[in-house]
């Protein structure tokens, strides 16, 4: 190192580093050098001074935390973390360096010189995660009688006072008790806090206007535990929350039931016209998206809170209410419905009306005639192909229509099939059998299929192949795998009779009326143009989608007449019950409408849950229920807002708030120690969960402080977890670093061993020695960091 001396510095940041010792070819420890006395008094007047020394800056920074208690006061304790704005004005220095003076004037003869270097004072009241708050002031001290021959006496004076919030022992809302530890520097415990030394500030948060109050406490009493925790007992001036509870159900009951109504809709941005339209709804998360003709028809509506149904009713198509209100009955034709409880995307809505439209989206290629020794007894063959131009994003397990046409080009000759299409057969290009499903067989027009396709491509045309022509072939149609993710496929080809679903539940559905044999879409369908004619299915838990992604589509032949009409409808029958339901609206404008029905009892029901979660000692559950269930509801800037017409639900939203605060309380605590010192912490008041936070490091040391070539330094340090977790340490590491290395760098630094041979406590010295070739010339930072057995 030519000569020169490498120095160490070791810094405190927050918790992962502890205290600061500077450069000088003397320690910063409580030592004594160069002394000459001939009269013993000196070391006595300047043991004196010293401590004296210690207690002005004790009462400086008693004045400092003072000036900040005050000013806090005027700002409700919000926003204020540190002493930077007092440091013009600040008493506690003038207090420091007025004792500095009176002293060297009291010692005329001596020749004393008191020195004051980097005197500083820090308070940091507001971490709300750990929970913790400190005020801290620091100086170097240094005493000379130089004309007594006495050198010089040099010490760091730090004093402190830190107070860290533990656990909730009881709430009620109204008389709380808790858990809070003090101690001063060097981390004594603080064994002296009165009730009188103690404020406790309740902090109520008003949600509507984002502004966070504090309120006075009463503290009622203060047990000390020892090691400087204390129990702290304080009642507040509001209700208990069983109370609020009784209150807030008053007011909901207040509320005009008219004002009451929790739907929500999706509407076509565009009114649509006469004739045959592809309907389609998405449920995708808290989404609900309209399409007609397979392109998306509205601006996506949030429905986040709502749709969560568990309904007993019918599933309706073409239903008219049966209190004749608002809605009237469909005057149209219905054909294939279908409801699915996952989400499809829009290439998939797409596709889908490009099939049934069969515009360019599939070709039929020519006739191939096989030998049948060889294609397994099949005399026919033709290829499908599907062209990926038509098709936005690749696609699985898609249900493909396919009709068979005897007219040109296609030119389909159903005399080299059986009767019914018992002998048709369906493979993918590498010859793996599909399952269908004949809708329609009609060897005199046209026939429909549907064939689960597995995999449909975006950038390259899918062939499949059709076989027929077995005269010994049996009929190998299977409906149910080809729907197997639908709830609800009913192609309404029943010309008479009920409705036969295909989908693997089997769904029967009921036409109402004398029009069933209409011509559909796709082949049969209904037509409903009467008050009494609509189509019904019984209820079953898979056609409630409650609050899950669902699809719901339907092809409908519409005559918008001006008045709102029904589609599809689950629900009471009522206009204004629960229900999910189609129509159209008396502007032409398509709907899709979710109602869970909230209404008052609904609501007064919520607060029943949240009270016995509450009496069941679920506190997180029930804060949980009232701040995500009830308050959206009853928040008329909420998108779940089920209150309407101008209601106003300000008083109700402030006692939900109150309430709320009184399940997680947080509170702001003010206290004085002996010296008159004050600290200010603030946090939640919570029970003990899962250790979160690491290690705090105390006590670092490094002996001697500066180094010279071939000289080593002995580096110390605590690692304690006890009031924070009360894990056992695992590591303890340090970095020697111009600047603080990244939280969380655990196994990246150098490890440091524990002093008693092994890390299997909650608070653990370590130590480690350090060469000169450890270091750089010049100023060296030393970074500390501890891990506990959760990994914090």
Known sequence: MGGKRGQVLIISVLGIVVILLTVSSVLFATSLSGLTLPKTEFKEIATQIYFGSKAAVA????????????????????????????SENNTGLKQMSDWQNKTMINYPSIGLSLTFTRSMFDCNWNDPLRRHGYSLAETNVSIKMVNFGFEGFRDNIEIAFNATIDELISTNGRETSFKIRFVREKGCPVEQMVR?????????????????????????????????????????????????????????????????????????????????????VVRDGNYLRLYIDGEEADIPTDIMGYGSLDQSFPLRAAVQYSDGDLRHFFDGIIDEIRILQTSRTDAWVNATYQNHQNEGFMTVEAEETLNPKWAGSWSYKRGITIHSDH????????????????????????????????DIRFTDDDNASLSYEIEKWDTLGKSFIWIEVPSISSSEDTTLNIYYGNPDASDDQNPAAVWDDYSLVEHLEEATGAHHGSSPYSHTGTYHGTHQNANGKIDGGDDCNGASEYVEWPNHENLNPGSGNFTVSLWADLHPSGSTETLLMKGDGSSTGIRYELYLDDERRLVFEIDDNMTQANILNIIDEVEAKYDAGDRNGAWLQLLYDLRPKLDPKSEESVVRNGTDTSVILKLIDTILS?????????????????????????????DVWGPTITKAQAQPDQCETGGTIHLTATADDRWYGNSNITVVEYFISESQPEIGQYGSGSTMSPTDGTFDESREDAETTLQSDDLSAGVNNIWIHGQDSEGN
């Open 662 to 690: 009184q399940l997680k309380p947080h509170v702001r605590v003010v206290a004085r120690d002996f010296r008159g010192i004050t600290v200010s912490v603030y946090g939640e008041l919570d029970t003990p969960g899962e």
């Open 59 to 86: 009462a400086g920074l008693a004045e400092t935390s003072s000036q900040l208690n005050k000013k806090m006061e005027n700002s409700l304790y919000q926003n204020y973390t540190t002493l930077e704005e007092l």
């Open 391 to 422: 098709v936005e994003a690749d696609l699985a397990n898609f249900p493909l229509l396919l009709v068979l046409d005897p007219s040109p080009p296609q030119s389909f000759n159903y005399d080299q099939t059986k009767s019914a299409g018992e």
């Open 196 to 280: 009188s030394l103690i404020s406790v500030l309740f902090e109520v948060y008003d949600r509507t206007n984002e502004y966070r109050s504090y309120n006075e406490t009463e503290v009622k009493s203060v047990r000390y535990l020892g090691n400087g925790t204390y129990i702290v007992c304080y009642h507040s001036d509001a209700k208990n929350i069983t109370s609020n509870l009784s209150l807030l159900r008053d007011e909901v009951s207040t509320i005009d039931p008219a004002n009451i109504s929790s739907s929500k809709m999706t509407v076509s941005d565009a009114t649509v016209t006469e004739g045959w339209h592809l309907v389609t």
